[in-house]
Antibody
Framework: QVQLVQSGAEVKKPGASVKVSCKAS????????MHWVRQAPGQGLEWMGW????????KYAQKFQGWVTMTRDTSISTAYMDLNNLNSDDTAVYYC??????????????WGQGTTVTVSS | QSALTQPASVSGSPGQSITISCTGT?????????VSWYQQHPGKAPRLMIY???NRPSGVSNRFSGSKSGNTASLTISGLQAEDEAEYYC???????????FGTGTKVTVL
């Protein structure tokens, strides 16, 4: 079945970086965009950006430009999200999500289980 | 880019219909038919319920329907069931640098 499996929880100090992975299975990895979305505790969803796994092209939300890097390794069907210079406001659950087949790429039909990133001194 | 505006909460009794609104601008909802809706139960990942305004993914009950008028999109849940109690988020493509924007979220309570 189609599945996205993310890396485990992380605890980071302020100023550090974190890299979250998202391994896809059950479909052709390069056929669908991969979105990254985060959710702070008790808060709503926030779109961070996406990567086209076929070309490696990316589009980042304005807030995250210069601060986030999304990459992929097609040989192992894995997408990565790298966020640097972390502060306490970056404490959140980070999700990868596949763009839905058919129609526009802006809907997300399969989601990873989420990776909790805690930033604390 | 500001979040799309949703009511904080909506409630209904089992069997009733409820509608959740999602208000944006001509730069997002009003300009494009790329509105999606997600259901999220506590501690779980979101689930896609509607995409491109009114399309249901395979496996989603036909009790869920989406529509749009001007700068406002709507999600209607008919025949409300206990399992529908969750947080619901809309999202839309936006012409701004940030390509996708989410709504503020609506807590649906089944009375």
């Amino acid at each position: 079945q189609v599945q996205l499996v993310q890396s485990g929880a992380e605890v980071k100090k302020p100023g550090a970086s974190v890299k979250v992975s998202c391994k896809a299975s059950g479909y052709t990895f390069t056929d669908y965009y991969m979105h990254w979305v985060r959710q702070a505790p008790g808060q709503g969803l926030e779109w961070m950006g996406w990567i086209n796994p076929n070309s490696g092209g990316t589009k980042y939300a304005q807030k995250f430009q210069g601060w986030v890097t999304m990459t992929r390794d097609t040989s192992i069907s894995t997408a990565y999200m790298d966020l640097n210079n972390l502060n306490s406001d970056d404490t959140a659950v980070y999700y990868c999500a596949r763009s839905q087949p058919g129609g526009s790429p802006y809907g997300m039909d399969v989601w990873g289980q989420g990776t909790t990133v805690t930033v604390s001194s | 880019q500001s979040a799309l505006t949703q009511p904080a909460s909506v409630s209904g009794s089992p069997g009733q219909s409820i509608t959740i609104s999602c208000t944006g601008t001509s730069s997002d909802i009003g300009g494009y038919n790329y509105v999606s809706w997600y259901q999220q139960h506590p501690g779980k990942a979101p689930r896609l319920m509607i995409y491109d305004v009114s399309n249901r993914p395979s496996g989603v009950s036909n009790r869920f329907s989406g529509s749009k008028s001007g700068n406002t999109a709507s999600l209607t849940i008919s025949g409300l069931q206990a399992e529908d109690e969750a947080e619901y988020y809309c999202s839309s493509y936006t012409i701004t640098i940030t390509r996708v924007v989410f709504g503020t979220g609506t807590k649906v309570t089944v009375l």
